[in-house]
């Protein structure tokens, strides 16, 4: 089970509740799409991670842009995933930026609202934020290996799916 979450937004700990830390705690993998703020944060999800992949977002302090890209791309699946925390040019740019990576899957934050586009070649999802939801429900995604994609769903800390999506050729 693939894990993604995005701005964090804290001081220290990874802000993990409810379904957001079960979830971490069964994941084979956790993706984080950048605004951790401080180095300790960063260091909480490296400890409690099985496997931790992330981008710095721009409210991180100079010693997490230092350690994480802007961007990366990696494979989760069979689904190749383009990960940043955010583009100019919005959901455009997302897929263009995933186009150029071959990705079948952007994962972006930012904005703190959970979102689905799967309209396009590209699948756009931002994971909302489990901690510092800004006006949106704490939020969080989760996506598992199906028929060569990977199924996905947007769940609440309380353990609510309130958007399923496929990516890739389920």
């Known amino acids: 089970m693939l894990v993604v979450l995005s701005d964090t937004h804290a001081a220290d ?5 409810g379904a957001a830390a079960e979830a971490v705690d069964d994941a084979d993998l956790v993706v984080h799409a950048g605004d951790f703020t401080t180095e300790a944060v960063l260091e909480s999800f490296y400890d409690t991670a099985e496997e931790f992949r992330a981008v710095h977002g721009n409210a991180d302090n100079q010693a997490v842009t ?10 989760y699946g069979g689904v190749r995933i383009a990960l940043t925390h955010r583009r100019r040019g919005g959901p455009t740019g997302l897929a263009m930026f995933g186009r150029e990576r071959g990705a ?11 979102r689905v586009d799967d309209e396009g070649a590209v ?19 989760v996506l ?7 199924a996905g769903r ?4 309380d353990g609510e799916t ?3 999506f496929d990516v890739g050729d389920t």
Not at 13 to 17: E, F, S, Y
Not at 104 to 114: M, N
Not at 144 to 150: A, F, I, N, T, V
């Open 154 to 157: 947007l769940v609440t800390v």
């Open 104 to 114: 079948d899957l952007v994962i972006s934050g930012h904005t703190h609202r959970p």
């Open 162 to 164: 309130f958007d399923r």
């Open 123 to 141: 699948t756009l999802l931002n994971p909302g934020s489990h901690a510092d939801p800004r006006g949106a429900r704490q939020s969080f995604a």
């Open 144 to 150: 598992e290996p199906k028929d060569g994609g990977l």
């Open 13 to 17: 700990g990874t802000a993990l509740v």
């Open 66 to 75: 230092e350690r994480l890209p802007e961007a990366t791309t990696l494979e």
